[in-house]
């Protein structure tokens, strides 16, 4: 206990001048007897209970001293006093990782920060670790807030990148700053050294779980028959039955193997049939679920494009300057290429996916006005409104036209999904502008695939991608977001199989766990460091008591004078 004002002390004087007033009260009371007979009898109840009787008669004496040293007190503002927990600042540096959920370990993690909140007195820097690192709080006293965030924290499923993480909370440390790290097994040797006075508590995961998984899966199809390839592994010896389904998830193949202890068991086999997407899975699922289910889809690539060797010098240039796989061919191999084709050549339009730049079929017609384009993919990051075109070929009939100048088309699409650009470099300064190589990028980016999947991912992932506004939805139909046109593309947080829908096609999408995030691991607990400073905490006032005390006091000395009549006098 502590006093905020103890000069009040010099007040103990008046209890003292209350005793010295009683001094001059008389020593004895005044007791009428009916008749002397009876005077034997009350001297003896007097004598039976002299300290009872003392009290009676001094009571107004007690209760005005009590009542004095409560004032006393109270003019002294008396508070408990204890220490606090060390450091001037704590951080708390929280793993989101998908290896968070195996045992529960990130809920254990939770109820631990709910129970340092309680003791909590210093400002709190809550950091969530990942490839980029979040602030969630900084400095915070606020502890409703603080344990609002506390209980809307989730794992984001991402790689924790803890070195990166302890990178940029590093920032943050100042000196006597204790650092709570909530991880599964994190190295102190990992920790960043810095002479400043820091503690680090590194909150581990303590004890080994039992998990099984797959590793790996992946597959190719050649004339109706699917070979795949899967890897299981283990920490126990077990019996696992894995799953081979197609993308409507019909079970195309079930096999149940033995997997060692800590082992990896590989497993080939076929299938009949050819697919595009297949998805294995095993049983029994454990406690772990994200890497019991993994995702493979096989990507028809086009391989290198085939440049007609007639075309523009600056179109070489372009194509070789963005490091785009392509040969040199001459108008006469084309008929045989079996890729992609940039050319000015129609009659490979019918048997060939076409880059087409020109037509060798017609002749160019003067045009005058404007570039305007529409809402398509090709445009994402190239705007044509500055380019200046002089002269076009005729239009091909059933094509969608993309992009026009005036009223004349000047960009088409086919049907097949051929792009058609009805001019040549000649005629117009597009490949003098920055637009040029962005759209050649674009378009053979698209020509590359058979454009059926969208993109293999991690989870929030942020990838820069050729994509116009369309919609994410779950593999069970469910909408997840939006993407933008144009924008940075971030992939959804649940490892899981999706559709990207532009409102013209949809297209598969997997995000899936980082191989790290595969292996569950442990280590013990670890303390780092010393912070020698503490911070002194003041309990609840005592002064509201001491004068509901007094009070009480009060009204039972007046009840006394009320009752009895005792007087000082």
């Known amino acids: 206990m502590s006093f905020q004002t103890p000069w009040m002390a010099v007040m103990f004087a008046l209890p003292a001048i209350v005793i010295l007033f009683y001094f001059f009260r008389k020593k004895y009371e005044q007791h009428d007897v009916s008749s002397t007979l009876l005077w034997q009898e009350h001297v003896r109840e007097v004598q039976a209970s002299p300290y009872l009787k003392h009290l009676q008669h001094n009571a107004l004496l007690y209760l005005q001293l009590l009542a004095l040293l409560l004032a006393v007190f109270a003019m002294m503002q008396p508070v408990t006093t204890t220490i606090g927990q060390k450091g001037e600042q704590a951080m708390w540096i929280v793993d989101t990782s998908a290896t968070m959920l195996a045992d529960e370990l990130f809920e254990q993690h939770r109820t631990h920060m709910l129970e340092q909140l309680a003791e909590l007195e210093q400002p709190l820097t809550l950091i969530t670790s990942g490839k980029q690192p979040t602030v969630i709080l900084q400095q915070e006293t606020n502890k409703a807030r603080i344990q609002e965030t506390i209980e809307a924290l989730q794992v984001t499923y991402e790689h924790e990148y803890i070195v990166d993480t302890f990178a940029f909370a590093n920032t943050f440390i100042t000196p006597q700053t204790v650092v709570h790290v909530y991880s599964e097994a994190v190295d102190p040797l990992t920790l960043p050294t810095t002479e400043q006075e820091v503690e680090w508590h590194v909150i581990n995961r303590t004890k080994e779980v039992t998990n099984a998984g797959i590793e790996q899966f992946a597959f190719v199809t050649e004339q109706q028959q699917t070979d795949f390839l899967l890897q299981l592994y283990s920490t126990e010896e077990q019996a696992l039955t894995y799953v081979i389904r197609d993308e409507q998830g019909e079970t195309l193949y079930r ?77 006469a191999d084309l008929q045989r290429a079996q890729n992609a084709v940039i050319t000015n050549a129609t ?161 598969a999408m997997f995000v899936l766990v980082e191989a790290q995030e595969r292996n569950i691991e442990h280590r013990e607990h670890q303390i780092v460091g010393q912070v020698t400073a503490t911070t002194e905490r003041l309990g609840q006032s005592w002064l509201t008591w001491l004068i509901f005390l007094m009070l009480i006091v009060l009204v039972i000395e007046w009840e006394v004078q009320r009752r009895r009549g005792l007087s000082i006098t």
């Open 255 to 331: 096999e149940t193997v033995t997997v060692k202890a800590n082992d990896t068991e590989t497993i080939t086999a076929k299938i009949d049939g050819a697919f595009t997407l297949l998805q294995a899975s095993i049983e029994p699922v454990d406690t772990y679920v994200v890497d019991d289910t993994y995702w493979a889809y096989q990507q028809q690539a086009t391989g290198a494009f085939h440049v007609d060797a007639t075309m523009h010098t600056l179109l070489h240039k372009a194509v070789t300057s963005l490091q785009i796989p392509a040969v040199t061919t001459q108008p």
């Open 347 to 507: 009659a490979l339009l019918p048997t060939h996916r076409v880059f087409l730049i020109g037509r060798d079929d017609a002749t160019l017609q003067a045009v005058s006005g404007a570039v305007t384009t529409t809402n398509d993919r090709l445009f994402t990051f190239s705007h044509l409104e500055d380019v200046y075109v002089q002269a076009v070929y005729p239009a091909f009939e059933g094509y969608d036209t993309i992009a026009s100048v005036g009223d004349q088309p000047f960009i088409q699409r086919s049907p097949d999904g051929d792009i058609v650009v009805l001019t040549t470099i000649t005629e117009t300064d597009w490949a003098l502008q920055p637009s040029f190589p962005l759209f050649l990028w674009t378009v053979l980016d698209e020509m590359a695939t058979t454009n059926q999947l969208f993109g293999m991912f991690t989870p929030n992932e942020q990838r820069v991608m050729a994509t116009p506004q369309g919609d994410i939805f779950s593999q069970a139909g469910e909408y997840v977001m939006t993407v933008p046109a144009g924008n940075q593309l971030r992939a959804p947080m649940q490892p899981g199989a999706y559709t990207f829908n532009d409102g013209e096609q949809s297209k």
